[in-house]
Nanobody
Framework: QLQLVESGGGLVQPGGSLRLSCTVS????????MGWYRQAPGKERELVAL???????DYAEFVKGRLTMSRANAENTVYLQMNSLKPSDTAVYYC??????????WGQGTQVTGSS
């Protein structure tokens, strides 16, 4: 069973940057679509960005041009570079690994807080 551990969250001023990391253990990451999701207080979890096993990328409209996702299969790690952060980016950010057969695994989340 895959285990995902996120790190890199924190408090940041508007316009600041953070880089989130998600390390996957117990193998198999190279076969997965990897995604970053976020959940703000009182709201549903929403997709931020994903990269398929083949390298295809997709970003939510609200982060295009500000956030960049990358994956390093050899390191079993995915990253989310977050620039020009806004207070509205405040949320718990979750990493997800999804296999085509339907298996899906989540990390415990990391808090990102954009101060106003």
């Amino acid at each position: 069973q895959l285990q995902l551990v996120e790190s890199g969250g924190g408090l940041v001023q508007p316009g600041g940057s953070l880089r989130l990391s998600c390390t996957v253990s117990n193998g198999g990451m190279s076969f997965c679509t990897m995604g970053w999701y976020r959940q703000a207080p009182g709201k549903e979890r929403e997709l931020v960005a994903l990269i398929t096993a083949g390298g295809g990328e997709d970003y939510a409209e609200f982060v295009k041009g500000r956030l960049t996702m990358s994956r390093a299969n050899a390191e079993n790690t995915v990253y989310l570079q977050m620039n020009s952060l806004k207070p509205s980016d405040t949320a718990v950010y979750y990493c997800n690994a999804h296999f085509q057969v339907g298996w899906s695994y989540w990390g415990q989340g990391t808090q990102v807080t954009g101060s106003s």
